[in-house]
């Protein structure tokens, strides 16, 4: 089951979700609940933020468009015209963000890269399509069903399903973080960490593993499957979403596993950390569309999860809800410990893609961050 296609279908699909409403406004006064404070609703689909140097930045797909919140919550524009932007960074020299070019019929991708912006005007594409081409890191991980009976096959391949596969060529660069000098790109289509220099050197730092799941008879049914799939253990594609730098210096990951959109293969996403040699351990798993990560100060982390309206909070391998927050897509942290969100926009019922603060901080306040 092909995975990137899920992500790229998010810019181009409504998800029927409520938006949050404000809580409080109040002109600058500071906000003490956890609950969702709008501070932008001009957006369509911000997959990501980067709370930075006083600002709010975000990467939207669905305007294709990278900027920053400014007064009132108006999307300043840094970059207009990027195909798919999806993932964005800031650091006291660059910008990088990662952009995929997407047949809106098909869900196919045909480039994907991050861009990274410097001193003096500078501008290197990092072309994560073209690394994946030669490269295809993920051909080691076997995906779809091992030694399937004839009844299995017929009916995956009747349901347009793969039936069994390894890794295919791919990339859809998701997700970027600052890395020391360097940059580390989340690839939901090549199912890959890479590691990428400010001159736009590539290579592969981890490839996340596949993603068994049993099929139950609830589940069969529910995709119209017989009941010679029930029991059947299908591998999925990992689908790495986000990645950020944890305190002790690894990265933390997001997954979210290929199969159809929504919850009908339950709750299936997880959370994993990278050590610098590359080796992924599983932290926590039951998200219900884990689409991005924050840590927080104390080295909790944050887990947005789509399908299931909330952010989730993971405190040494304890997962709780943290708050409801439907179509919610991004969460975020910033350096005084707030913590921020986006949501998607839908359209039945309409209501706009949004940036809100959901935390008990102190600081409120439209565009700027307080430290």
Not at 234 to 259: H, I, K, M, N, S
Not at 357 to 366: A, C, E, L, M, Y
Request: proline share 6%; glycine share 12%; hydrophobic share 40%.
């Amino acid at each position: 089951m092909r995975t990137s296609k899920k992500l790229a279908a998010l810019g181009a699909v409504a998800l029927v979700f409520a938006t949050p409403a404000a809580v409080a406004s109040a002109h600058g006064k500071p906000v003490h609940t956890p609950n969702p404070v709008v501070q932008s609703d001009q957006l369509a689909a911000p997959f990501n933020l980067d709370l930075s140097f006083g600002k709010v930045y975000f990467a939207d797909g669905g305007l294709n468009l990278v900027g920053s919140l400014g007064k009132g919550g108006t999307p300043v524009t840094i970059a207009a015209n990027e195909p798919g932007t999806s993932g964005i960074a800031r650091t006291a020299s660059y910008l990088a963000f990662t952009t995929t070019v997407t047949d809106e019929a098909t869900f196919e991708n045909s480039a994907s890269g991050l861009n990274i912006w410097g001193p003096l005007g500078s501008r290197v594409y990092a072309d994560t399509h073209a690394y994946e081409v030669a490269n295809n890191p993920d051909h080691v991980n076997h995906y779809g069903v091992t030694n399937p009976s004839t009844c299995v096959t017929d009916a995956l391949t009747a349901a347009g399903l793969p039936v069994s596969y390894t890794g295919q060529v791919d990339s859809h660069a998701y997700s970027v973080a600052s890395y020391g000098r360097d940059w580390v790109v989340a690839d939901a289509g090549a199912n890959t960490l890479w590691k990428i220099s400010s001159t736009g050197r590539i290579s592969t730092l981890a490839v996340l593993p596949a993603q068994p799941h049993r099929i139950t008879a609830a589940e069969a049914g529910a995709l119209g499957l017989p009941s010679c799939v029930v029991g059947v253990t299908y591998a999925f594609e990992p689908v790495p979403t986000d990645v950020e730098v944890g305190r002790d210096g690894a990265l933390y990951v997001t997954t979210l596993p290929g199969g159809p959109e929504g919850p009908q293969l339950g709750a299936r996403g997880a959370l994993w950390r990278v050590d610098s040699r590359g080796h992924v351990t599983r932290v926590a798993s039951g998200f219900l569309g884990a689409t991005n990560l924050a840590i927080g100060s104390r080295g909790e982390i944050y887990v947005a999860e789509l399908f299931g309206g909330k952010i989730s909070k993971v405190d040494h391998g304890r997962v709780s809800t943290f708050v409801t927050l439907p179509g919610v897509v991004a969460v975020e942290t910033a350096r005084n410990g707030s913590l921020w969100a986006a949501t998607m926009a839908n359209e039945d019922p309409a209501a706009p893609g949004t940036v809100v603060q959901v935390t008990r901080g102190r600081t409120h306040f439209w565009g700027h961050v307080r430290r």
